[in-house]
Nanobody, 122 residues
């Protein structure tokens, strides 16, 4: 199984980035997908999750209204549109897959991607 994340980079506060994750080696529609992040010196935290149909989403409170998770089951991809970025959003962002009903930060993650770095300057 491979989860290949891309789209990270350096952006000024208030700017936008779109992360994408291409999944291979698994039956994509059988998995809920999500994004987590880990800032320097901090533990990894849940950011956003989406169920297999794409009809149920969950978000970290601090990103609600700014981030949007979506998936394309025909292309085996999951994306995270990040608007209104803040310096505190700076972190390595990881794509995750779970065969649970949802990814909401409380259940197991079965596969992790390698991460993509997002840096937000003030």
């Amino acid at each position: 199984v491979q989860l290949q994340a891309s789209g990270g980079g350096l952006v000024q506060a208030g700017g936008s980035l779109r992360l994408s994750c291409a999944a291979s080696g698994l039956t994509f529609i059988g998995y809920a997908m999500g994004w987590f992040r880990q800032a320097p010196g901090k533990e990894r935290e849940f950011v956003a999750g989406i169920n297999w149909r794409g009809r149920s989403t969950h978000y970290l409170d601090s990103v609600k209204g700014r981030f949007t998770i979506s998936r394309d089951n025909a292309r085996n991809t999951v994306s995270l549109q990040m608007n209104g970025l803040k310096p505190e959003d700076t972190a390595v962002y990881y794509c995750a897959a779970s065969d649970s009903m949802v990814v909401d930060g409380t259940g197991p993650v079965h596969y992790w991607g390698k991460g993509t770095l997002v840096t937000v300057s003030s």
